[in-house]
């Protein structure tokens, strides 16, 4: 078996689903397009039994191209099209401040401390936070999580612990490499 993390955190656009294109915003709920392999990945997670828990950036509400209940009806799509594939999300926490407005927009740590909050059982030693972007790695550094970026090709992200493609070499990394802390190796 597996060693099981009490969450993995994921960021959403890029990372679980097609992110928009430079300067625009998955703004409509039929945008929601799934990255390949997703859903196999997350339910793996599921069948690991770690919580799996989106943490992610909504600029476009501070913008006034999406309203919160608009967000809530995109995030209602990503994880009905999750749940098609066998997978199922256990939260989706999102800021959506503008740049420089919070202290929850990552990668500040405001978002995952609240679902910590939320859910006390979860050990932040135990946990990882996957995303495609540095500021992702960064919001994960003062709690301690894991973190693993996602990338195409090689960067240097001075927060990540690994850079691996996409979320399915994420999740057999995290499975398969990677220990929480307390499992020996």
Not at 27 to 42: K, N, W
Not at 48 to 54: E, H, K, N, P
Not at 140 to 151: D, F, N, P, Y
Request: charge should be negative; include cysteine; aromatic fraction near 4%.
């Amino acid at each position: 078996m597996s060693p099981r993390w009490d969450a993995v955190f994921l960021d959403r656009d890029g990372t679980v689903n097609v992110g928009a294109p430079p300067g625009e915003y998955v703004v409509h709920p039929e945008s929601v397009v799934l990255l390949p392999g997703v859903a196999a990945a997350i339910a793996r997670l599921n069948r690991a039994g770690s919580d799996v828990i989106v943490v992610t950036n909504q600029r476009a509400v501070a913008l006034g191209l999406l309203t919160l209940d608009g967000l809530d009806a995109v995030n209602r799509r990503l994880a009905d099209l999750l749940a098609d594939g066998g997978a199922r999300l256990d939260g989706i926490y999102a800021c959506p401040h503008d740049e420089g407005g919070c202290a929850c927009r990552k990668p500040g740590d405001g978002l995952l401390r609240r679902a910590f909050e939320e859910h006390p059982a979860l050990r932040p030693s135990r946990c990882a936070i996957v995303g495609d972007s540095p500021r992702d790695t960064a919001a994960g550094t003062a709690l301690g999580l894991m973190r693993v970026r996602l990338s195409a090709r090689a960067v240097t992200d001075p927060h990540a612990d690994v850079t691996v493609a996409d979320l399915p070499a994420a999740v057999d990394w995290l499975l398969t490499v990677a220990r929480p802390a307390g499992i020996p190796r």
